[in-house]
């Protein structure tokens, strides 16, 4: 990751244990599908354990947000994901986000984690420089459908074009990354997403 030269916040009192770990190519399969987008983010076994379980079922969206910015993921094998952003919460990440998605940026990625609580995309960008965490400033929950921007293990200012979608809710996560998106249409196929899918495109709607 490239240093944007400022100092790397971490929040006192908060062990690794609840953070997100960069995990290195010695413990993370890799395949030929995977090779573009390998810079993955995991979540420690204890961090998983303190998660709230979620009563969601795979049917219901996340919270919309009146009057936001629209954009649809569409998937090679047609599935949509409707997400609205929130520029009012994270400006920055959405900021970041928007001129991705503007520039092509993710079409032909591929969703290279997925587990039983998030689905993950994006790769690793050593010529972006990093995005200043939001996270603190927000009052926004992990709620099943929320989506946030992934980031290094110690340092709050890392994220680049790593996110994340949740499957279920995870409180544990609360503070500690920056939400700055939920699904409003789409989650059966967030649910259905496989190690591997690939992005046909993610644009703008009107």
Same mark, same amino acid.
């Given at each position: 990751?490239?240093?944007?030269?400022?100092?790397?916040?971490?929040?006192?009192?908060?062990?690794?244990?609840?953070?997100?770990? +960069?995990?290195?190519?010695?413990?993370?399969?890799?395949?030929?599908?995977?090779?573009?987008?390998?810079?993955?983010?995991?979540?420690?076994?204890?961090?998983?354990?303190?998660?709230?379980?979620?009563?969601?079922?795979?049917?219901?969206?996340?919270?919309?947000?009146?009057?936001?910015?629209?954009?649809?993921?569409?998937?090679?094998?047609?599935?949509?994901?409707?997400?609205?952003?929130?520029?009012?919460?994270?400006?920055?990440?959405?900021?970041?986000?928007?001129?991705?998605?503007?520039?092509?940026?993710?079409?032909?990625?591929?969703?290279?984690?997925?587990?039983?609580?998030?689905?993950?995309?994006?790769?690793?960008?050593?010529?972006?420089?990093?995005?200043?965490?939001?996270?603190?400033?927000?009052? +926004?929950?992990?709620?099943?459908?929320?989506?946030?921007?992934?980031?290094?293990?110690?340092?709050?200012?890392?994220?680049?074009?790593?996110?994340?979608?949740?499957?279920?809710?995870?409180?544990?996560?609360?503070?500690?990354?920056?939400?700055?998106?939920?699904?409003?249409?789409?989650?059966?196929?967030?649910?259905?997403?496989?190690?591997?899918?690939?992005?046909?495109?993610?644009?703008?709607?009107?």
């Amino acid at each position: 990751m490239v240093s944007s030269g400022k100092t790397r916040r971490r929040r006192p009192g908060v062990p690794l244990a609840v953070l997100i770990i +960069l995990m290195s190519a010695a413990t993370v399969p890799v395949t030929a599908a995977d090779t573009d987008a390998v810079h993955a983010w995991s979540v420690h076994p204890q961090q998983q354990s303190q998660s709230s379980p979620s009563t969601a079922t795979g049917e219901e969206e996340g919270p919309e947000a009146p009057d936001a910015p629209r954009v649809v993921i569409v998937l090679e094998d047609g599935g949509e994901i409707v997400m609205d952003l929130l520029p009012k919460e994270a400006p920055l990440a959405v900021e970041r986000f928007t001129m991705l998605v503007r520039e092509g940026f993710y079409n032909g990625l591929r969703f290279h984690r997925v587990e039983s609580w998030l689905i993950q995309t994006g790769k690793k960008d050593t010529e972006l420089e990093p995005v200043e965490g939001e996270m603190f400033s927000q009052n +926004l929950k992990h709620d099943k459908g929320m989506v946030g921007m992934a980031r290094l293990v110690d340092d709050y200012d890392s994220a680049t074009t790593q996110f994340y979608i949740l499957k279920e809710c995870k409180n544990a996560l609360n503070g500690e990354y920056t939400i700055f998106a939920c699904v409003v249409e789409g989650m059966d196929v967030v649910m259905k997403v496989k190690k591997g899918d690939e992005i046909k495109e993610i644009r703008f709607l009107e």
